[in-house]
């Protein structure tokens, strides 16, 4: 079945320093999708990309869907203490006429002051 | 947030027990998912549901059957719980194929003893 690896699990950063994190998926996606999770919290939807090569861009969080559409990013500039939380992408594949979303394991920012 | 309710929010079981955890939606979506949460493992998907009465296996389904009667509530059953089975378990719903924007309720951990 299809796989979406994301990389790194973890990542500790120092306020203002930058931080990415890699999705990967071993199918070509119709989609990708990105979340947020705070800790204690649920997941909230971040963004959608859909065209091959689009980038998109949330104020400091810029969003990159690979030209083969097989893998993605998510760029944080500057980490702030509010961005902590746990980051997930999601490939989206067609299945019978629904798209079913599954998700990488996530990479769980954490940010020091 | 879209009106997603889950219930019961914590619950802790013994092994062999049946349990039964309910996701209420008010948004009218046509697209409903049960996911599980484990640390290292990210948001894996047990079964989801694309109308009334109509549902699928997601990767790690054994173990658990749903149910959707009505296109506001979906239930997720464990016929006989097992310590395998202590996790986090999130709803999701989404209206739109391809869109996919999933909205999630707030989860519902189970401790299976």
């Known amino acids: 079945g299809q796989q979406v690896m994301q990389i790194p699990q973890y990542q500790h950063v120092q306020e203002g320093e930058d931080f990415t994190t890699y999705c990967n998926s071993s199918?070509?996606?119709?989609?990708i999708q990105w979340y947020k999770q705070r800790p204690g919290g649920h997941p909230v939807f971040l963004i959608q990309?859909?065209?091959?090569?689009e980038v998109k861009k949330q104020k400091r969080l810029t969003f990159q869907f690979g030209e083969a559409k097989k893998n993605s990013s998510l760029h944080i500039t500057a980490t702030q203490t509010t961005d902590v939380g746990t980051y997930f992408c999601?490939?989206?594949?067609?299945?019978?006429?629904?798209?079913?979303?599954?998700f990488g394991r996530g990479t769980s920012l954490i940010v020091h002051p | 947030d879209a009106g997603i309710t889950q219930s019961p929010r914590h619950k802790v079981t013994e092994t062999g027990t049946p349990v039964t955890l309910r996701c209420h939606q008010t948004?009218?979506?046509?697209?409903m998912y049960w996911y599980r949460q484990d640390p290292g493992h990210g948001l894996r998907l047990i079964h989801y549901?694309?109308?009334?009465?109509?549902?699928d296996k997601g990767e790690v389904s054994d173990g658990y059957s749903v149910s959707r009667s009505k296109t506001e509530d979906f239930l997720l059953t464990l016929e006989s719980a097992t310590s395998s089975q202590t996790s986090v378990y999130f709803c999701?719903?989404?209206?739109?194929?391809?869109?996919?924007?999933?909205?999630f309720g707030e989860g519902s951990r189970l401790t299976v003893l």
């Open positions: 999601a490939g989206l594949r067609a299945s019978g006429g629904s798209y079913i979303p599954t």
């Open positions: 199918t070509t996606l119709s989609n």
């Open positions: 990309l859909v065209k091959s090569g």
């Open positions: 948004e009218n979506h046509r697209y």
């Open positions: 549901s694309y109308g009334v009465k109509d549902t």
């Open positions: 999701a719903t989404g209206g739109r194929i391809g869109t996919g924007e999933l909205f």
